[in-house]
């Protein structure tokens, strides 16, 4: 045997002895997973387990050791086995074919992970191969990604297998040993990976990671910046994340200029959040709109609920965004589109255009919603302030046809919304109240106190007064029920109602019914002051009018106060009032309301359920019901003011006539 042949027969014997006797840590393992942070820095960190030695030594499977610096260790002893009766190859014909060993393998291990369906999978097919650290980074991106489509059920069943798995510990202890090996971007999206995968952050990797890119900070490009704040996102505040954040702030400022990806400008601006200082949110925005020639739909989606998430409000973007929606309606699913109402809700923007047009693209294909989605839909109008009436009517005949596929939660929801918007249901309207009210029934069982007073006071708003449940509310044994449970103030509030209710409107019962005292709570107080520029206009109006009086907050019924009570002799009648039998007969009371915008439905005059109840009932009690809004008081000079509220009050004898179109919202109801 020649001397190079021996010299590669002992080359192939230790690689194989190498193999055989990998590297072990001296004591027993401490898991990278729960690891507290506090643990030294000399613990130690990982081990090898048997099942991988198995592997290793059966040479079936491609297996690159991490810790070896070496190119090529499978095959070697197929290697060995023809090295006998093979030419020696010329060093650099050596290092070719092993590097395009290496590439095929790494080819196929990226095939076979790409076809992993779960966490398991790939934590299966990591057991058989010693990953790079660009692959163990890859693993683990795979395992959160594999869990995105899957149901909540499942991906929960998932997870568990996940962290029971012998595999997983191991893995992250890959992660951790190799982290000062691997790439900026491969670091950020291990991070991400595992913070969403539900390691507990406040293990030694997510730390030890967390660490390691407040020292690369940086040296992150945009888009590793991008990554990181995503994984920042998901992350409870910890002393390490905080700082990473504040470390963040800085670094995103000074390289906001070389941001030209409109996801990762979004991003950063999640991250950065409320905190943020104003004058950093001005030069986000005016690059923003610099990008926003260059919004797709799902920017401008994401753009609005980003800006929710800042707490900032944009009206060039939001205009901008919103158009963009309202282009592309048919083309956004539910949960994206319900997050943008409510994202809108957050910043109290209220685009007219785009709720309408909303509304009537859900009432044109109600068919392809459920129900669930429905009375979310109707529900974030409500918090808007938005009647959706294409919606309602549509979905009037909905419920009409099938009330009984509705949930109690659903029924309550839907009795809330209507009555909150005093909707007028027309010649549906008994259909309409009866299918409710038969569901209602049939869930009566099973309601508790509190959702059966709150479905007979929204009833009670409609003007329906449900005998069956009326009788359920307020026999002895729920009012103790009620008495002893939560919101107080608001169960009040709804008892008042319901027993003003019963005492002015008299519905026809089978019999009597009141609510008792006990239950009503204290009588509403007039000690609280009036408007002052609606005070003055009316003292101002009225000193020119005879015989006619003014009282300020006065309350009617110990419940409904009235900003300003004005007396006046009836024409007819001034001569005889000293003989009429009581000042309501012979006398007009006007009662002077002021009515802030969120006692309307947005964009309309039409008043809510709550005010529309008491424009009802001081009708019963004789008044005429005068409502001055905030638009005839703020913007006016007080000479204006006091002619508006003139023309409200005595229209005949106003300066100068006022149309509806310029007072929308008020005047005589």
Known sequence: ?????????????????????????????????????????????????GRRNQNYLSGTLCATRFFSHGGNQNGDLEESNSVAS??????????????????????????????????????????????????????LNQMWTSTKKMSDEQRRYELQLMFEHPEFDDLLQRAMRSIKHTRNNDVAYSLLSMVNLGVPQQSRVIQT????????????????????????????????????KEGMRLVVEMRLPEIKNVLALQTMMRLLGKDAPKEL??????????????????????????????????????????????????GIPFNR???????????????????????????????????????????VFEDLLFCPTSLMEAYTEKVITNADALTLKDLLCVLKVYSSFNYDLRHHRQQFIDSLSNALNSYLPKMSGFELLKAVYCLCLLNHFPSTLLEQLLNDSMLEQLASGKFPKSRETMFQRIDLCLRLDRPPLPKPLSVPSSALGDPASSSQSVNPQLSKSLQSVLAGQENATLQEMSVVENFYVIDGLITKPLPSQTDVMETSSSPADSSQRIAVIYAPNSTFCYGTSHPR???????????????????????????????????????????????????KEEHVGSGTV
Request: hydrophobic residues 35%; proline residues 5%; charged residues 20%.
């Open 281 to 330: 949110k001005q030069k986000l925005e005016t690059k923003a709109l610099s990008m926003a020639d260059e919004f797709s739909l799902p920017n401008a989606q994401y753009m609005i609920s980003t800006m929710a998430t800042m707490g900032f409000h944009s009206k060039p973007l939001l205009k901008i965004c919103s158009g963009k929606i309202q282009e592309n309606l048919h």
């Open 86 to 139: 093979e030419r020696p190859l010329s060093t650099d014909t050596k290092i070719d074919q092993t590097s395009s060993q290496q590439r095929h393998r790494r080819s196929h291990f990226q095939d076979l992970l790409h076809q992993c369906g779960s966490p398991s999978d790939v934590l299966d097919l990591a057991s058989k191969y010693s990953a790079t650290v660009h692959q163990v980074s890859n693993c």
């Open 1 to 49: 045997m020649t001397t190079r042949m021996t010299n590669e027969v002992m080359r192939c014997s230790l690689r194989i002895c190498y193999r055989r006797f990998p590297w072990k840590p001296l004591s027993t393992p401490v898991p990278a997973a729960f690891d507290s942070i506090s643990l030294s820095r000399n613990d130690p960190i990982c081990c090898w387990g």
């Open 337 to 379: 589109l319900y997050n943008v109402l409510q994202s809108c809700r957050e910043l109290l923007y209220r685009d007219i255009d785009l709720l309408n047009s909303v509304s009537g693209y859900v009432a044109s294909t109600l068919d392809i919603w459920t129900n669930k989605q429905l009375v979310f839909f109707l529900s």
């Open 609 to 659: 359920g709550p005010l529309t109840l008491k424009i009802r009932h001081l009708k019963i009690l004789g008044y005429t019901p005068v409502l001055v809004t905030e638009q005839h008081l703020q913007p006016l000079s007080e000479e204006e003011r006091t002619d508006v509220i003139r023309g409200l009050l005595f229209p005949d004898h106003a300066s100068e006539p006022q149309t």
């Open 209 to 244: 990671f967390v660490r390691t890119c407040q020292e690369r900070l940086n040296e992150f490009d945009v888009k590793t910046l991008s990554i990181l704040a995503s994984a920042l996102d998901h992350m409870k505040d910890s002393q390490n994340a905080v700082a990473l």
